[in-house]
């Protein structure tokens, strides 16, 4: 999301709208250059009054409007979402004076949207917010929402008898709105009240209306289908550029990569200390290791290509202790030819993309993936599950061998990817058929300009427009 957030506005500047990115002033971002506006605004439920300011970023480096809200009891946190103790239990309020506020910021800015994009559960009430808005200004309004689901897992559930200090009105409150199993579904709400949804990838938006992927929420989203469209994201190609890349040892032509490939390789290899004899393929993971990445598939056959010493691996990530555990022990064994670092670095994270020669992504459900397009762009052919945006940028040669840059599996288990691993392995042997995908992967256009030409048909769609 916060890819979108940093990136979609900009493209959207560049085709011709006038996009303002509006979120909480949290603690991490206190010393931004700020400046509050005088007026301020204010939030009302159940005789409650809860006052925030809005301020506006004024470091001109960045080229879209950046508000922020500003409430120190609500978002001056050590933590975003959470801290050590858990999820925060009053993120059900946080939510709704920031979608409050994305309705009321007209009157402190002199700046009125046409259209308010919200963004995942945090966000979503403020579809609801603008229909309550109209509901007493009417038609001649000409506002409307849009609602983009970046992961259908996350839907923002609390205790239904908080509803009516959300600040929304209470007809809301019904199983088509907020209320979901006796709880308040803040994305729900979005959902139902958004006048168009968007997912990140077009393979995700067919898959949240099944059973399988939707969360208990795909009857809403069958509901809604005729209002639903998948926009693939896409990457910042100027920062994820690797012939420009000083993060990474060497720069990487892609018209001519083997170069700087095999020197970020040997880099790669030496910060990690892989054996260098024999030249082996290199596979790389950067991931949050948690269910939903699938690598649990990878641990349980790693054993096995690991003592058969035809591959190497490096895996950066953390998450489930079960998880960075087992990684570890096969670490510890394997020092050789498995190297591993539990945390996250993302100047780290480029060397692997630079480094590798594959990239692994096993994921169980992938809305869009980033990750993939990052190793693409930096010559790592990805071997990935057939699923959401994993699905809609990965060409397997299985599809189309002129156009393939990547291996996709569908069966969600170990056999599957180790077969996949093991046909990968052996392209990589023979080069020819590697070099081919290698240099597709790194043509694919991941770029922000188709993506937010399809945002602005969405914009359009939503106020009516043809």
């Given at each position: 999301m916060g890819e979108v957030v940093g990136s979609l506005p900009i493209a959207l500047k560049k085709i011709g709208l006038d996009p303002r990115v509006l979120c909480p002033l949290h603690k991490n971002c206190e010393n931004l250059p700020i400046k509050m506006f005088k007026r301020k605004i204010i939030f009302e439920s159940e005789g409650q009054k809860i006052i925030s300011e809005i301020g506006t970023l004024t470091d001109n480096t960045f080229p879209v409007p950046v508000y922020f809200l500003s409430n120190k009891k609500l978002f001056e946190r050590n933590g975003i979402y959470s801290d050590?103790?858990?999820?925060?239990?009053?993120?059900?309020?946080?939510?709704?004076?920031?979608?409050?506020?994305?309705?009321?910021?007209?009157?402190?800015?002199?700046?009125?949207?046409?259209?308010?994009?919200?963004?995942?559960?945090?966000?979503?009430?403020?579809?609801?917010?603008?229909?309550?808005?109209?509901?007493?200004?009417?038609?001649?309004?000409n506002q409307s929402s849009v609602l983009t689901i970046h992961n259908l897992e996350h839907q923002g559930v609390f205790e239904g008898s908080?509803?009516?200090?959300?600040?929304?009105?209470?007809?809301?409150?019904s199983i088509d709105g907020f209320e979901h199993q006796g709880s308040i579904n803040l994305l729900k709400g979005g959902i139902q009240h958004a006048d168009k949804i968007t997912t990140v990838s077009p393979t995700y938006s067919?898959?949240?209306?099944?059973?399988?992927?939707?969360?208990?929420?795909?009857?809403?989203?069958?509901?809604?289908?005729?209002?639903?469209?998948?926009?693939?994201?896409?990457?910042?190609?100027?920062?994820?550029?690797?012939?420009?890349?000083?993060?990474?040892?060497?720069p990487i032509d892609q018209e001519s990569p083997f170069t700087g490939k095999a020197i970020c390789k040997q880099y790669l290899k030496n910060e990690f200390g892989l054996s260098s004899g024999k030249d082996l393929p290199l596979f790389g993971v950067v991931s949050r290791l948690y269910h939903q990445k699938g690598l649990d598939l990878l641990t349980s056959i790693l054993k096995e290509?690991?003592?058969?010493?035809?591959?190497?691996?490096?895996?950066?990530?953390?998450?489930?202790?079960?998880?960075?555990?087992?990684?570890?022990?096969?670490?510890?064994?394997?020092?050789?030819?498995?190297?591993?670092?539990?945390?996250?670095?993302?100047?780290?994270?480029?060397?692997?993309?630079?480094?590798?020669?594959?990239?692994?992504?096993?994921?169980?459900?992938?809305?869009?993936?980033?990750?993939?397009?990052?190793?693409?762009?930096?010559?790592?052919?990805?071997?990935?599950?057939?699923?959401?945006?994993l699905s809609d940028t990965i060409i397997s040669q299985k599809n189309c061998s002129l156009?393939?840059?990547?291996?996709?599996?569908?069966?969600?288990?170990?056999?599957?990817?180790?077969?996949?691993?093991?046909?990968?392995?052996?392209?990589?042997?023979?080069?020819?058929?590697?070099?081919?995908?290698?240099?597709?992967?790194?043509?694919?256009?991941?770029?922000?300009?188709?993506?937010?030409?399809?945002?602005?048909?969405?914009?359009?769609?939503?106020?009516?427009?043809?």
């Open positions: 050590d103790d858990g999820d925060y239990p009053d993120n059900w309020l946080r939510s709704c004076v920031l979608s409050d506020a994305a309705v009321k910021i007209e009157d402190c800015i002199k700046w009125k949207p046409q259209i308010i994009h919200a963004h995942d559960w945090m966000a979503a009430p403020a579809c609801a917010f603008l229909n309550a808005k109209k509901s007493k200004l009417g038609s001649a309004l908080l509803f009516p200090r959300t600040g929304l009105p209470q007809e809301y409150w067919a898959e949240v209306k099944t059973k399988q992927f939707g969360h208990g929420l795909e009857p809403c989203l069958q509901f809604r289908a005729a209002d639903l469209i998948g926009i693939l994201n896409g990457i910042d190609m100027d920062l994820w550029n690797p012939s420009k890349d000083t993060a990474i040892p060497h290509l690991l003592e058969s010493k035809i591959a190497q691996f490096i895996i950066l990530g953390s998450g489930s202790p079960e998880e960075e555990g087992n990684f570890s022990k096969l670490a510890g064994k394997f020092p050789h030819n498995l190297g591993l670092k539990i945390g996250f670095d993302d100047q780290l994270a480029r060397r692997i993309f630079a480094g590798t020669d594959f990239f692994i992504m096993p994921s169980r459900f992938e809305p869009c993936g980033l990750a993939q397009q990052y190793a693409m762009r930096y010559g790592s052919v990805p071997v990935a599950r057939d699923t959401g945006g156009r393939a840059n990547g291996y996709l599996f569908k069966g969600l288990t170990s056999k599957s990817l180790l077969h996949e691993l093991s046909t990968a392995i052996n392209d990589w042997a023979e080069q020819k058929n590697y070099l081919h995908l290698q240099k597709n992967a790194m043509n694919l256009d991941c770029s922000w300009e188709s993506a937010a030409k399809k945002y602005l048909d969405v914009y359009q769609w939503s106020l009516g427009n043809p």
